[in-house]
């Protein structure tokens, strides 16, 4: 039989963190695993609560509030009510040890103090009570936010480790359920970006610009996770002439390389002048007309989306209407690059 956490959990984290009586192994890990879950559900719950120092209702929390409140809906149990004696309460564990349900320790002032303690969700995602930046009050952060990663001082260990394999198949998303990470997440992107000659002699540096507004989904398949796409592609070809519609389908492993392709409406008579001769072009209209290849070299993650400058190479149907070589000519009619910046955000299994 396993008692009542709500009756039992008290000062510290894992010494007898709950009564166990005649409870197997298995049951163990199952009951520490379920309050875990149940801390998340009910932190969760206060989502958009705004932050309010020494707050700890549902009409105002501090950091330490949310945490004291979610251990006092989910399990009855009273923590310290501060940042910096949680942390002092918490066993101390390294990030990469840190399981959903664990807390977050920040140092936010020149104090050298930890001032600051969030609700630990998984792949470095965690819900807190914000005083000030863009957004404030119970948000969703991740660790790849760059003043996250700068301020952060530890993990620690609120209940007793969760066994291997109770965590690695999921993910945390907002209403505070699991969700398997090989489930669909959806997402929408825009993206602008200059385009540039190369090795063209004529017509100057700038060609024109590319863009695409796209909706695509993460999802598994052969055991692997991969990004799938469509994008909408307006482009503007200076060189040629030629306003282009590309209509794409992409794919990737991650956001940073994705591999796209698909056919093309191209608008105007395409043509370069090079040594003032005109060398025209077809084929610019196409079932197959566009296949290239973005890669972005990092990624900027916000609470609102994905920012990442990116880099795209692409090959485009078009072929010369004269028999003499020009080599120079050709290449640019067929290879457009380009740089820019991308925006992404995902809805469904994300924190952020």
Same mark, same amino acid.
């Given at each position: ?6 009756l039992?959990?008290? &000062?510290?984290p894992l010494?007898?963190?709950?009564? /166990?009586?005649?409870a ?6 199952? &009951? ?7 801390v @998340?559900?009910?932190a969760?719950?206060y ?5 309010v120092y020494?707050g700890? #209702?549902?009409?105002?929390?501090d950091?330490?509030g949310? *945490?004291?409140?979610s251990?006092k809906?989910?399990l009855?149990?009273?923590l ?5 004696g949680l942390? #002092? ?8 040890k ?12 020149? #104090? ?21 930046g863009p957004?404030t009050?119970?948000?969703?952060s991740t ?6 990663s700068?301020?952060?001082a !530890? ?14 198949d ?5 209403? !505070?359920k ?5 489930a ?11 385009s ?13 610009f590319?863009?695409?507004l ?17 994008? @909408? ?6 060189t040629?002439?030629?306003?282009r ?6 794919w990737?492993l ?7 392709a698909?056919p093309v /409406?191209?608008?105007?008579?395409a043509?370069?002048?090079t ?13 197959f007309?566009? /296949?290239?290849i973005? *890669?972005a070299?990092?990624? *900027?993650? #916000?609470?609102?989306?994905?920012f990442?400058?990116? /880099?795209?190479?692409a090959?485009q149907?078009?072929?010369?209407n ?8 050709d ?15 995902a809805?469904?299994?994300q924190?952020?």
């Open positions: 039989m396993i008692f009542s956490a709500a039992v959990f008290a &000062a510290a010494e007898n963190g709950f009564v /166990l009586a005649s197997s192994k298995d049951d163990t890990a199952s &009951a520490y695993v379920d309050a875990r879950n149940k @998340i559900n009910a969760v719950k989502e958009n609560t705004p932050y020494g700890m #209702t549902s009409k105002g929390l950091c330490s949310l *945490i004291c409140i251990f809906d989910a009855g149990v009273n310290p009510r501060s940042a910096s942390y #002092t309460w918490a066993e101390k564990i390294s990030l990469d840190a399981q959903p349900g664990d807390l977050l320790f920040f140092k936010t002032d020149s #104090t050298s103090n930890v001032t600051h303690v969030a609700l630990y969700l998984g792949e470095g995602r965690f819900i807190h009570s914000a005083s000030e957004r009050g119970v948000i969703n660790l790849d936010e760059q003043y996250w700068r301020t952060f !530890g993990a620690g260990r609120a209940f007793p480790e969760a066994p291997s394999g109770s965590y690695p999921n993910v945390i998303i907002n209403d !505070g699991y969700q398997p990470k090989d669909s997440n959806f997402y929408f992107g825009v993206a602008f970006a200059p540039w000659n190369s090795f063209l002699k004529d017509g100057g540096f700038f060609r024109g590319s863009s695409h796209g909706v695509g989904v993460n999802a598994s398949l052969i055991s692997k996770q991969m990004i799938f796409g469509l994008e @909408i592609r307006p482009e503007y070809d200076r040629l002439g030629v306003f519609l590309p209509i794409t389908l992409s990737g991650n956001e940073k390389i994705r591999i796209f698909g /409406l191209s608008f105007g008579d043509s370069i002048t040594n003032d001769e005109v060398r025209g072009y077809s084929g610019g209209t196409s079932w007309g566009a /296949l290239g973005t *890669i070299p990092f990624i *900027i993650k #916000t609470s609102y989306g994905n990442a400058p990116y /880099l795209e190479a090959w149907n078009y072929f010369s004269d028999s003499a070589m020009n080599l120079n000519a290449f640019n009619a067929s290879i457009r690059i380009s740089t820019g910046i991308r925006f992404t955000r809805f469904k299994g924190t952020r």
